[in-house]
């Protein structure tokens, strides 16, 4: 059996206008399944309905990868493992964001005032998005470039690709699929996402990218694209 790759769609409102969504990807395999981010704690129960529709019920699901700290991605992770049984990953650079609740944990620029900024965002969220909240962990490991997966069934290696955050990594399988987070993203094109840490590290990882053999990209938000557009797009 090969891995099948099910793009899960969960559309993010704000004071109940639509503005986007956030995905997360199942991927199964002969030995059980491995989901890549999992999404606001608001869409659990749709995830939940994702998951049994594809069959990964638990015990069935063994790994849960986040590709980085936001509550976006990685809002059920703590629900899912105490349920499904799954471990969690991420980068270490990402670990203080999900312990702590503070995404600024994985930035550089880590003023008062943006920390100020970023619980009020939260906040905001929580009671204007209905995202739900923080649910604080640890991940049971962290994993680094060229981590390899096949011990999970997985046929795919990690790439530290930072620019969004400090540990943002992407997923990359031998069939040429990567799971990029939010380094890109698709809302009206293929492009970088508009929320960048560092430039200079996001310069350096889309060009590391461009020169790999990757076909099919999946974001964090939008659509899934082929790479060779986004190239085409961003000479």
Known sequence: MAQKIKSIEFPMRLAGIKMGTVNSYLIKTETGCTLIDTGFPSGRADLEKELQNAGCLPGDLRLIVMTHGDQDHTGNGAYLREKYGAKIAMHR??????????????????????RVFNRIVLELLSRF?????????????TIDE????????????????????????????????????????NRRRPSTHSIMDDQSELKASVERLKSMRINMVYPGHGKPFPMESFTQLNR
């Open 146 to 185: 060229g981590y390899d997966f096949s011990e999970y069934g997985f046929n795919a290696k990690v790439l530290h690709i930072p620019g969004h955050s400090k540990g943002s990594i992407g997923i990359l399988t031998t069939d040429g699929d990567l799971f990029c987070g939010d380094l890109l993203w």
């Open 129 to 141: 998005a209905r995202s739900g909240k923080f649910e604080r962990f640890s991940p049971d490991f």
């Open 93 to 114: 650079d990402e670990v203080g964001v999900v312990e702590n609740g503070d995404d600024t944990l994985s930035r550089r620029r880590r003023s008062f005032l943006r």
